[in-house]
């Protein structure tokens, strides 16, 4: 019920005129972040690699979904976060990556229908290390000028009520690195 804080990240919804793709990607070995499921992603600029896309970045590619790897002892693993300072080689990372992508994301506060087609930022990304899943929200500030997020509507869910105390709404990622004038990595 979105009378209740319990945030997820940023969870695919839907696409417009599509479904919900992934793609894979890379993070390199020894990478010192924490990359939870539904956080967003972008290309690292001395590795091409995917490092976690903090508050007020721009250039954002898409939300994390997953990793595969294999370990020192030879194993094949898979995680849905990727744990500050973990090895491994053949590395793939999984993530979302179409501009027209849309996400769920709790708000901190209250959203209002009239704030429907307004910009706001995702706040410090955070995560849980035990389930993996990224647990960091929407500024339910609008932004006066440029933010991360477009909100596109207000998520339709039975238990989600528009003013609700933690609103969830849905946004489009409104930094996409596919829609800057030029790609930027970090």
Do not use: C
Not at 21 to 35: E, H, M, N, V, Y
Not at 63 to 72: M, P, Q
Not at 139 to 156: F, H
């Amino acid at each position: 019920m979105s009378s209740v804080s319990s945030p997820f990240g940023l969870r695919p919804s839907q696409v417009f005129g599509g479904q919900v793709r992934q793609i894979a990607g890379t993070i390199i070995t020894g990478l010192a972040s924490d990359i939870f499921q539904y956080s967003p992603v972008r290309w690292a600029d001395a590795t091409g690699g995917l490092i976690p896309a903090p508050a007020g970045d721009t250039n954002i590619l898409g939300v994390f979904l997953g990793v595969e790897w294999t370990g020192s002892d030879g194993r094949r693993r898979v995680s849905n976060m990727w744990e500050s300072g973990r090895t491994g080689t053949d590395i793939v990372a999984y993530h979302t990556f179409d501009p027209m992508q849309v996400y769920d994301i709790q708000a901190v506060g209250s959203v209002a229908q009239l704030n429907v087609g307004d910009m706001a930022n995702y706040d410090a990304l955070s995560g849980n290390s035990t389930t993996g899943l990224a647990d960091f929200t929407l500024d339910a500030t609008m932004a006066a000028t440029a933010a991360n997020l477009r909100i596109v509507s207000i998520n339709p869910g039975p238990d989600n009520v528009v003013g609700d105390a933690f609103t969830i709404v849905q946004v489009l990622i409104a930094e996409h690195a596919f829609n800057a004038f030029t790609v930027n990595k970090s």
